[in-house]
């Protein structure tokens, strides 16, 4: 009986190695980026042959390769449909390379493609060359469009009561921001791009000549802000928003969600300003009032 445990515990062995190489031979055959005709590399065949059989109609490599075009066009439909701005601003070609470039880098690793783009700004930043000469304006279009990914699916928390505002002295009121809340500072002014981008594109399917095979995507770019664009991107009854303020509502704003006190956070958004601490009271009770209909505040989250 012992022997015969054995030989079964190597055969189970055998066998989940066996699979494992199977495993490992067919992703790495799917991941390899399509050919410029969008087909399967050839160097694939010998895994296809190897582990494939054909029919009647297709070889083994032909059966391979619709696997991994499917593998393909749905990442980078998918990709695109996250980053149509970046796509608009780089053109259909460069944006094509750059997919490819990234998805081959950092292909999907979660049961669902909304996390897809989330390291699309490390790559932007570690490979510039793939944007020029738009790089500064391709890392802001993709972080904006990264965060409306965020505002789109992250979860909301329990709105904070009125009556804590008013209980709560401002030197010890601590308040959290919804988790679906991201705020930028931006270079360029890319919520401009985003409405001249919507405005196009429907305009586009609209005309009739969109129809046409031939119809190419509209191409769209901004100038650089001569002052930075500090930029909130949330959702509010299940739409994105991109709501742009100043610098001190900014800061207040990264404070609170740091973890410091309201008092604290007002200290430090206004703490080189030039205006009269009634201009700067009027400023923050226009601000409470308009963050608070928005249902930005929550519950710090515990540390």
């Known amino acids: 009986m012992q022997k015969l445990s054995r030989r079964k515990s190597s055969s189970r062995s055998g066998a989940a190695s066996g699979l494992a190489e199977l495993q490992r031979a067919i992703t790495g055959a799917l991941m390899k ?3 410029a005709d969008e087909e399967i590399q050839p160097s694939n065949a010998a895994v296809a042959e190897r582990f494939i059989k054909p029919n009647d109609r297709l070889t083994a490599l032909e059966r391979l390769q ?22 608009a601003v780089l053109g259909e070609k460069k944006f094509d390379r750059l997919a490819t470039a990234y998805l081959e880098e950092h292909g999907s690793v979660s049961w669902t493609l909304r996390n897809l783009g989330s390291q699309l700004t490390a790559f932007l930043e570690k490979n510039p060359k793939l944007t020029e000469p738009s790089t500064a304006l391709a ?28 209980r709560t002295p401002a030197d010890r009121l601590r308040l959290g921001l919804q988790p679906y809340i991201v705020l930028l500072e931006l270079s360029h002014p ?8 919507k405005h196009t594109e429907f305009s586009a399917v609209s005309n009739a000549v969109a129809a046409s095979e031939n119809h190419k995507r509209a191409r769209v770019t901004v100038r650089r802000s001569r ?30 969600r740091d973890g410091a006190t ?6 430090t958004a206004f703490a080189d300003t030039t205006e009269a601490p ?18 930005w505040f929550c519950e710090p989250a515990r540390r």
């Open 66 to 87: 619709i696997y991994s075009q499917q593998y393909w066009w749905r990442l980078l439909g998918a990709f695109g449909e996250d980053f149509s701005g970046l796509r």
């Open 278 to 295: 009634e201009q700067c009271a009027t400023k923050i009770r226009e601000w409470f009032s308009r963050w608070a209909e928005f249902g």
């Open 262 to 267: 309201l008092g604290a956070a007002c200290e």
């Open 33 to 35: 980026p399509l050919t």
């Open 139 to 166: 890392l802001d279009v993709a972080r904006v469009e990264w965060a409306r990914v965020l505002a789109f699916d992250e979860p909301a928390r329990k709105v904070v009561a009125p009556e804590k505002f008013a």
């Open 190 to 197: 890319v919520d401009e791009l985003m409405r001249r981008l």
């Open 227 to 256: 002052q930075p664009v500090f930029l909130a991107v949330h959702r509010l009854e299940n739409s994105v928003y991109f709501k742009r303020h100043d610098r001190e509502a900014h800061t207040l704003l990264l404070a609170l």
